[in-house]
């Protein structure tokens, strides 16, 4: 059995005993998103998601269908919704692990940064009269390729100007 459906297994077992609690409807339109869920690798978007869906799902489910589930997914601690830049973002964790996240401020992109360092001490931290259940550290900046494409903007702007003083 593989890894992606060892996850799914324990996610969706402990989905359908949230829902007794809940009292909701198990339908097939959750349990295949989830299924999805637990496939897709990092962080990922509402969009992200709706195209995998297209693409791997057995059958079509809307916009709305994919919000509602991540809120019950959510709720039931399977996915972590990270409200970030422009848009949420949202990440399979049915077994809670300590992160760090790197967060472009200019085009929103998201990733994890695998730092066994930071997430040991993540891991690590203790805080009076709270209890930390999910330690999530969040790095904002700009990425690689918006750096780069700051910088020909920015060569671009100093070639136009030295050209109008001559």
């Known amino acids: 059995m593989s890894e992606n459906t060892e996850l799914y297994n324990l996610a969706a077992q402990r989905l359908t005993e949230f829902m007794k609690g809940k009292i909701t409807r198990k339908t097939p339109e959750?349990?295949?998103?989830?299924?999805?869920?637990?496939?897709?690798?990092?962080?990922?978007?509402?969009?992200?998601?709706?195209?995998?869906?297209?693409?791997?799902?057995?059958?079509?489910?809307?916009?709305?269908?994919?919000?509602?589930?991540?809120?019950?997914?959510?709720?039931?601690?399977?996915?972590?919704?990270?409200?970030?830049?422009?848009?949420?973002?949202?990440?399979?964790?049915?077994?809670?692990?300590?992160?760090?996240?790197?967060v472009c401020e200019q085009c929103g992109s998201v990733r994890k940064l695998e730092s066994s360092k930071i997430e040991n001490w993540l891991s690590e931290q203790k805080c009076k009269h709270f209890i930390i259940s999910q330690p999530v550290l969040y790095f904002h900046g700009l990425c690689r390729s918006c750096m780069v494409k700051n910088s020909i903007k920015k060569r671009k702007a100093n070639s136009k100007t030295k050209i109008q003083k001559k």
């Open 30 to 102: 959750r349990f295949e998103i989830l299924r999805v869920v637990c496939q897709t690798q990092g962080i990922f978007s509402i969009d992200e998601l709706q195209e995998e869906m297209e693409k791997k799902a057995k059958f079509q489910v809307s916009r709305v269908t994919l919000f509602n589930t991540l809120k019950l997914l959510e709720e039931a601690k399977l996915v972590i919704k990270h409200t970030l830049s422009r848009a949420a973002h949202y990440e399979c964790c049915v077994t809670p692990h300590p992160m760090v996240c790197l």
